[in-house]
């Protein structure tokens, strides 16, 4: 089984503003153990502040560790410069966003195609990016301004955005986070769906124990450490 992510004694300290216009250092993370294997679903629940955003900047190589070892596909990211670890994301990582991070003024199907136009991507790329808008359900408003979207629909652009790269690796930071229960369900069972079809690694930052307890593996994000949670059988 191939590992997509190694993580060993990561930690990330950031020096942050403190009272009378001192700086202080913050251990945001202070000891971080991690092994995820290709193709399964790793949930990383934890409160507000916890770190969890922190901990999946420095997971997809877009923030550096303070001390540690993190390879990326077997790659040292610590041995890489920015632009090694964007050549290294590219085509290979996706996102998805609680607040969707979709280009406002651009159509549905607008949104898809960007991350084909951008990468090493040949072929129809329209007739690609409408495929991916049939995954989501979501064929027939293609040509609509992602403004004129619902919250839910908006969610399943960024799913056919993350997955039209098919990337090996999807990280989704609170995917479910700005949406009602009933539209947070849906997007999650698609999100899962999508996972399973492509075959892709999650990686799941959520607040909702029912998604986190779906995954693979479990992990809470407490005082800088995570805790495998045991899952329900
Ligand atoms: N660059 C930074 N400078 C100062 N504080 C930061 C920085 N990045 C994150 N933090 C703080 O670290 C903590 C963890 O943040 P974050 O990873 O966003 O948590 P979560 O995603 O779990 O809510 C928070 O208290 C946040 O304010
Ligand atoms: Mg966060």
Redesign the pocket.
Known sequence: METVIAVSHLQ?Q????AANNNKET?N?LADINLSIVAGTSVAIT????????????LLAGL?VPSAGRLALFRQDLTKLSEDQRAALRLGKVGFVFQSFHLLEHLTALENVLLPLELGKHSGDLKQVALAALEQVGLVARAQQLVTKLSGGEQQRVALARAFVTQPKLLFA??PTGNLDRHTGQEVAALLFRLQRDHQTTLVL?THDESLAAQCDAWYR?MEGRLQRQEQAA
Request: hydrophobic share 40%.
């Open positions: 990330k950031v020096l942050a503003a913050l945001i934890g409160t507000s502040g916890s770190g969890k955003s922190t901990l999946l900047g923030d930071d609170e930052v994000l």
